[in-house]
C-alpha cells in the first residue's frame, strides 16, 4: 500500500556534506510525523531526526547543530541534510513515517535503508 523510498547516501570525507532523502508514494491519505534513523551492525537503531506534519523538529543530541530534516507535505517527501559529517555517523540510514492509507487505520512504514560511509 505505501512505500518509502529512499536516496542520496554515499561515501564524503569527514567534515563534508551529504544530504539523504525520502518519499513516500502509494494509497496515502496523510502522512503524519516523518523519521531518520540510523543503524550500525550489531547496534540498535538510533533514532536520529523527526519532524512532525507541522514542521516541529527534534534532533539526537549527537547530531544536534550538523544535521537538518525537512519535509514537503505536498510530495511526501522528507529530507535530512547532514553536515560536518565524522566517520561516528557512518551508518545505514532509514526513513520512517506514519501514514493514514485508504480504507485503513495509522500504520509505521520504513524505506529498505541507504548506506552512508564517512571515511577519508
Request: hydrophobic residues 35%.
Amino acid at each position: 500500500q505505501v512505500m518509502l523510498v529512499e536516496s542520496g547516501g554515499g561515501l564524503v570525507q569527514p567534515g563534508g556534506s551529504l544530504r539523504v532523502s525520502c518519499a513516500a508514494s502509494g494509497t496515502i491519505i496523510r502522512v503524519f510525523a516523518m523519521r531518520w534513523y540510523r543503524q550500525t551492525p550489531g547496534s540498535q537503531r538510533e533514532l536520529v531526526a523527526t519532524v512532525s506534519s507541522i514542521g516541529t523538529t527534534t534532533y539526537a543530541d549527537s547530531v544536534k547543530g550538523r544535521f537538518t530534516i525537512s519535509r514537503d507535505n505536498a510530495k511526501n517527501t522528507v529530507d535530512l541534510q547532514m553536515n560536518d559529517l565524522r566517520p561516528e555517523d557512518t551508518a545505514v540510514y532509514y526513513c520512517n513515517a506514519d501514514v493514514a492509507v485508504v480504507h485503513g487505520a495509522i500504520k509505521d512504514y520504513w524505506g529498505q535503508g541507504t548506506q552512508v560511509t564517512v571515511s577519508s
